[in-house]
């Protein structure tokens, strides 16, 4: 193996890019209501499906250094935002870890690259899950509207039924105080 196949193959970012792999899969497994934190949990999978894509398609005598640590940086940043997230729910740290996308992307972008079948799979691949993920979004939000209607119209019968008992209990009191 050559000295900069050995750089790179063992930098660090490697295993960034599997450690905030592993947050979003965990963040994945849960419930995610917001709309924007899951369009940004989108972005952040996407971009890191992204490096580790573009990081697979390179030649590593290409890279330099610094673009590797500078992007290593970014994914470690992001990765601690996602940890955050997972701790408090607070959608201002995957703003964050959304943010970072821009700076990984402008690092990434000047490392020459061949596009590849696999570069165009991997952009289909993040557009069928963003899709499924909504589909399944969209399943949530029909079942809690119906069952918000549900409860609504039981509200709306014992509303009634009070108001028919209030006006019955007001006669029968008219007609005791005469």
């Known amino acids: 193996m050559s000295e900069f196949t050995e750089k790179f193959a063992n930098h660090a970012v490697h295993a960034t ?18 709309i924007s934190a899951i369009e940004r949990l989108d972005r952040i999978r996407q971009v890191q499906r992204f490096a580790t894509t573009r990081f697979a398609a390179i030649d590593p005598a290409l890279v330099p250094q610094d673009r590797l640590d500078a992007v290593n940086s970014s994914v470690k940043e992001q990765t601690a935002q996602i940890t955050e997230y997972k701790t408090n729910q607070n959608v201002a740290h995957l703003t964050n870890a959304s943010n970072m996308c821009d700076q990984i992307l402008n690092q990434l972008g000047p490392i020459p690259i061949a596009t590849t079948p696999e570069d165009v799979e991997g952009l289909r691949e993040a557009m069928i899950s963003f899709r499924r993920s909504l589909g399944q979004h969209a399943r949530h939000a029909e079942t809690d509207y119906e069952e918000l209607e549900k409860q ?6 014992r509303f009634t039924e009070l108001t028919t008992e209030i006006t019955s209990q007001k006669g029968r009191l008219d007609i005791a105080i005469s």
Request: net charge negative.
């Open 17 to 34: 890019l599997q450690t905030l792999d592993s947050a979003l899969a965990e963040i994945e497994t849960t419930d995610v209501s917001d």
């Open 152 to 157: 609504f119209e039981d509200i709306g019968t």
